[in-house]
Structures are given as structure tokens and as C-alpha cells.
């Protein structure tokens, strides 16, 4: 919520005390939610030549968790302002730790899209969602400062669990591994427990409370019964007639169908050109440590005074820069230029994601943006969905990677070079459009100025008139 909002609730966050053990509790789930689809990556080989499957058939796990991630993005809102954060962080702790347990026996590839993929998915997409939105409650002037703590866990966690994900394959194969991986995610719902609700001041006054019923995202979820709930729209659908963000969401669908693939082959690709096994699964853990500083600095870049006004020009080079390093990907022969292309990648992939959601609240404001993240996540589950298939089924028919790495590095660079033209296109619209606006307020304005300008006189005249006969009759 903006500040004005707040003020106006008389209900101030906190900006500190509790709201840090918050911040560390959603560090821990951001940073499962958003690392563990890559770092599964690890096990596939071992899972392909176990169950007998393809690369295109083995991308659908990390795609299906994703896009369920995603998807789950309205639902976890709904019940989070239904039940609070708590709860809804602690279900899919939960909901983590049954789908990796249970995927540890399983025989067939579509048995792990049910477990990994649904289950697995939906319980990322109730941590991602209850995280951040209890973040809101408990900062306001802190927020991006809570909000890039939190945000850094999905860095943190891929360079951790990348080697650890490759020690737990060689000591006890992938089934083993996902056992194990499904206590450790159970921590989530430790993390919840740290999510307690905020409580609004007792010695507030009646009319301020008033006004907090009014609002059921901003009441304490113990007081629910005391709060007026109002209905919430689960898609608002008017943001397809805002030109602003079609543009934006065509962008960013091409971006998200490149974006995922890259990362999922990266050990693969690795490995097929000679690279030891740990050293490739080290690969993950040097992307997430670059990443981790780029986020926040690409943060302090884009608000600067120069920046800023230019941030979607900043998103597409963002975007550009990211596809590029996946083209010149297709070229390497070697583990050092490897490397080089690793750590490209995590500058390039750390700022467009440090952007992503900045240029959209740039262009909807802060009142829509909630509503237009809700949206654009649902409709980015299709190209996550089909993206590391789609790249998957490459490696199967040409039986080399470097044509995936050229397929997602074309789709992003195109998809930035779109942004660029396309945002220069509607800053034009946009002017023009005011431009005619005024032309259209002005003649109206010189109407009523006219109008006042003839009034007056008349006003004087009809008060002139009216002393005169009242002179004029006098006292009898």
C-alpha cells in the first residue's frame, strides 16, 4: 500500500521489531520457492536414465512446478486475506515437504509431474504469496529494504543447494535426495510460525477503527469477525484495455519462455562438453551468488534520478543483455568461457528479475498493481509451461544443447528489441493523447471564463438596479 494509504487507516507498520524474524521467516520460503525448481535440474539425468525418459519429458517437472507456482498466485491471495499469512505459509510448508517424499518412490515420470509438479507447486505458490504480503503489513518505510532481504533467499538458496543437491545424489541416488529435500522443506513451516499476525493498537479511537473494518486486507486475522469483508474481483479483466500493459505483458511472456530452460540444462550442457559433475553443479551456485548482488544494485541503478523516468528503456536492456549471453552460450567450447557465460547470465538474470516487477508497478501505480501481478502471473503460466519442453525437445531431435541456448537467447533478445520499439511507440500515444486532452479542456475553460467575465457585470448591474428602486421609494 502507499504511505498515503496508510496514514489514512491510522495504522502504521511496525518498520522493525518482530517485522525482522518475519523477514527472515520469508527469506526461507521466497528462497525455497524460487531456487527449487532450478536446482532439481541436478537429478534429472539420473531420473531420465532411471525411469526411461526424455529431455523434453524431464523439462515438464520443473515447468509444471513452476507454472503451478504461478498460477497459484490469485487462490494463495484469496487465502490469505481470508485466514492471514501464518497459516497459509505453514499449508504449504507443508504441502513441500509430502509432494518431495512422496516422489521419492515413484516409477513413472508422470507420477513426479503429479507430486513434484502440482502438489510440489501449489504448496511454492502459498509460501511466495502469504511472504510477501506480510512483509507490506509489518514495513512501510523499510519496505525495499525488507523486500531485497526477502527476495535475496532465491540466490542464497540456489548456491547452497546446488552443491548440496549434487552430495545427496552421489550418496544416496535421487530418491534419497528427495527424501531428504522433503524434511528440509518442512522448514517452511517453521518459517510460517514466525509469520504472526499484526496487531493494531488497543488505545486506537472508534473512528479510526471504523475505518480499518472498512479495509479487510489491513485487519488482524484474529479480528476477522469484527472486519466487513468486501468482495474481491479473482481476475480484473479492464487491464486488457490499457495499452500499457499489453505491451508489457507481450514482453514478458517471451521473456519468461527463454528465461527457465537456460537454467534447467545448464549442468546437462555442462557435463556434455567434458565438465566434472560437481564442477557443472557448481556452475548454479556461481549464477546465485552474482545474482544475489546484482538484485540489489540494479535496485540502487534504477532509482536514480536518471533512471528512473527511463526504467522500462532499463528493462528492455535488461532483457537484451540476458538474451545475448544466451547466443553467444551456443559458441562455447570450453569450462572457463563457461564461466564467463555463468556469470553474464547471473548479471543479466538478476537485473531483469530486480526490474520485472518495478516496470509493471511503473506503469498500473500502486492502487492496481496487486490486481495486475495477480493477472500476469496466470497468463505467464503458459510460456513457463511450454519454455524447457519446448527447449527439452531440441536437445532430443539435434542431440546437441547449443540449439536450445540459441532458441531462448533469439525469443529474449526479440522479445527486449519489442519493449524498446514498442514503449517508444506509447510514450509518442501517450503524449499525443494529452496533448488532444488539453486541446479539448482549453476551449471549455476560455467558455466558462467568458461566462464568468459576462456574469459579473450583470451581477453589478442587477445589484445597481435594485439600490436604485429602493432609493427611489424611500420611506412614506
Known amino acids: 500500500m502507499s504511505p498515503a494509504a496508510t496514514d489514512e487507516l491510522h495504522c502504521k507498520p511496525l518498520d522493525g521489531g518482530w517485522g525482522w524474524m518475519v523477514v527472515f521467516g520469508a527469506h526461507i520460503s521466497i528462497g525455497f520457492a ?6 532439481l535440474s541436478i537429478f534429472f539425468k539420473e531420473i531420465q536414465e532411471d525411469l526411461q525418459a526424455s529431455s523434453s519429458d524431464i523439462a515438464w517437472i520443473s515447468s509444471i512446478m513452476l507454472a503451478a507456482m504461478y498460477a497459484g498466485g490469485p487462490v494463495s491471495s484469496l487465502l490469505v486475506s481470508r485466514f492471514g499469512s501464518r497459516p497459509v ?11 518431495m517424499v512422496t516422489a521419492s518412490f515413484g516409477s513413472s515420470i508422470i507420477y513426479l509431474y503429479f507430486c513434484i509438479g502440482i502438489i510440489g507447486g501449489s504448496g511454492l505458490s502459498l509460501n511466495l504469496n ?8 509489518y514495513f512501510l518505510a523499510r519496505r525495499p529494504l525488507a523486500n531485497g532481504l526477502a527476495m535475496a533467499g532465491s540466490p542464497v538458496f540456489l548456491c547452497v543447494l546446488a552443491p548440496f543437491n549434487q552430495y545427496l545424489l552421489d550418496n544416496f541416488g535421487w530418491r534419497g535426495s528427495l527424501l531428504i529435500l522433503g524434511g528440509l522443506m518442512l522448514n517452511c513451516c517453521v518459517a510460517g510460525a514466525l509469520m504472526r499476525p499484526v496487531v493494531p493498537p488497543r488505545n486506537s479511537s472508534s473512528a479510526p477503527q471504523k ?3 472498512e479495509q479487510p486486507n489491513d485487519c488482524n486475522s484474529k479480528l476477522k469477525g469484527n472486519c466487513k469483508k468486501t468482495p474481491k474481483k479473482f481476475l480484473d479483466l479492464s487491464f ?17 519462455f527463454g528465461a527457465y530452460a537456460p537454467i534447467v540444462f545448464l ?12 564442477s557443472a553443479a557448481y556452475l ?7 545474482d544475489m548482488f546484482v538484485r540489489p544494485a540494479t535496485g540502487l541503478v534504477a532509482n536514480s534520478k536518471w533512471i528512473r523516468p527511463r526504467i522500462q528503456y532499463f528493462f528492455s536492456f535488461a ?60 497468463i505467464e503460466c503458459l510460456p513457463m509451461l511450454l519454455g524447457p519442453p519446448a527447449a527439452g525437445s531440441l536437445v532430443d531431435i539435434f542431440n546437441d544443447y547449443k540449439y536450445l541456448y540459441l532458441m531462448c537467447g533469439a525469443v529474449i533478445v526479440t522479445g527486449g528489441l519489442f519493449l524498446f520499439v514498442m514503449n517508444i511507440y506509447n510514450y509518442h500515444m501517450l503524449e499525443k493523447e494529452k496533448a488532444a486532452k488539453d486541446r479539448q479542456q482549453n476551449p471549455q475553460n476560455l467558455e466558462n471564463q467568458d461566462q464568468e467575465s459576462i456574469s459579473v457585470p450583470e451581477m453589478q448591474q442587477t445589484s445597481n438596479g435594485s439600490n436604485g428602486a429602493n432609493s427611489t421609494q424611500g420611506p412614506n
Do not use: Q, W
Open 240 to 256: 486488457f484495455k490499457d495499452r500499457s500493459f499489453i505491451i508489457y505483458l507481450i514482453g514478458n511472456m517471451m521473456f519468461i
Open 34 to 39: 524460487y531456487a527449487m525448481p532450478k536446482v
Open 284 to 290: 548454479l551456485s556461481i549464477m546465485g551468488f552474482v
Open 319 to 378: 532483457m537484451i543483455f540476458n538474451g545475448t549471453c544466451h547466443l553467444l552460450c551456443a559458441l562455447i567450447k570450453s569450462y572457463t568461457f563457461l564461466l564467463v557465460y555463468t556469470v553474464m547470465f547471473g548479471v543479466g538474470f538478476g537485473m531483469v528479475f530486480a526490474l520485472i516487477f518495478e516496470c509493471l508497478m511503473d506503469l498500473m501505480g500502486n492502487e492496481r498493481f496487486s490486481s495486475a501481478v495477480g493477472l500476469v502471473t496466470i
Open 89 to 99: 505459509v505453514m499449508l504449504g510448508g507443508l504441502m513441500c515437504g509430502v509432494s
Open 130 to 137: 502469504a511472504s510477501l504480503t506480510i512483509i507490506s503489513k
Open 211 to 213: 475505518k480499518v473494518e
Open 267 to 278: 549442468s546437462s550442457y555442462a557435463i556434455s562438453l567434458g565438465v566434472e559433475e560437481y
